[in-house]
């Protein structure tokens, strides 16, 4: 008897940001979307390719301002709310 397969769309690594992990996806999905090797980001953002694999996998100890200078180079950017504001309607 077959069974029709349930696809479940990929979870997007963007959005609300809680935990070290879940910026290094989004900053690793946002390499991968343009396309850049992890030694030419790093370049472009004045950092080490060690530095930036850590980052992409999680490391919560990461240097700030390098991550501000690898997002910066990869186009992305932090915003921050009070939570009582709830920019996102995420809160019910």
């Known amino acids: 008897m077959n069974h029709p397969v349930t696809k479940i769309p990929p979870v997007s690594p ?9 910026l290094g996806r989004a900053i690793r999905a946002k390499r991968k979307d343009v396309a850049a090797l ?3 980001t790093a370049a472009l953002s004045g950092v080490g390719t ?3 694999s850590q980052l992409e996998n999680g490391k ?3 240097e700030l301002g390098k991550v501000l200078r690898v997002m ?3 186009g992305l950017e932090i915003y921050v709310y009070p939570r009582s504001q709830d920019p996102l309607g995420e809160r019910k």
């Open 72 to 74: 910066r180079a990869l």
């Open 50 to 52: 060690k530095f930036l």
């Open 38 to 40: 992890q030694e030419v």
């Open 14 to 22: 963007y959005g609300k940001i809680v935990t070290a992990a879940e």
């Open 60 to 62: 919560e100890t990461a």
